[in-house]
């Protein structure tokens, strides 16, 4: 797994849990998503830039 995906995994997971088990509304919560979102398109797009 490249770290762009593990970073998407635990961000996401981050999210869930403050979302839905915390119940944090504020939008920080949404910026991990967010952030989550960057390194997931990050890890497909450099893993498409190394195989061409």
Known sequence: ???FLVLFVLLLLGWV?????????SALIHLLLVIAVIALILHF???SA???
């Open 17 to 25: 849990l403050g979302f839905i088990v915390l119940h944090v509304s």
């Open 1 to 3: 797994m490249g770290i």
């Open 45 to 47: 797009v450099r893993r």
């Open 50 to 52: 190394r195989t061409a």
